[in-house]
């Protein structure tokens, strides 16, 4: 008998070590998405600043020329 409840016990923790591990790798493919989202909004990111980078120095010379043309 006792040795029939162990096995039962065995058998449980054995279930719930399978779901457990499932679990883990559903949360890392979570963690991976979440992880090329992040990769790629950082890009994006860093285009639009060099972008706007690009633009304020454009306006700067278009500010110098208009300037240079009202002397």
Do not use: D, F, G, W
Request: hydrophobic fraction near 35%; glycine fraction near 0%.
């Amino acid at each position: 008998m006792h040795t029939q409840e162990l096995l039962c016990q065995l058998e449980r923790a054995n279930e719930k070590t399978i779901e457990n591990e499932k679990l883990m790798l559903e949360h890392q493919e979570k963690v991976n998405r979440l992880q090329r989202r992040l990769s790629q909004a950082e890009e994006r990111a860093a285009t639009a600043s060099q972008q706007l980078s690009t633009i304020n120095m454009q306006r700067k010379k278009a500010a110098s020329l208009i300037e240079l043309e009202n002397i």
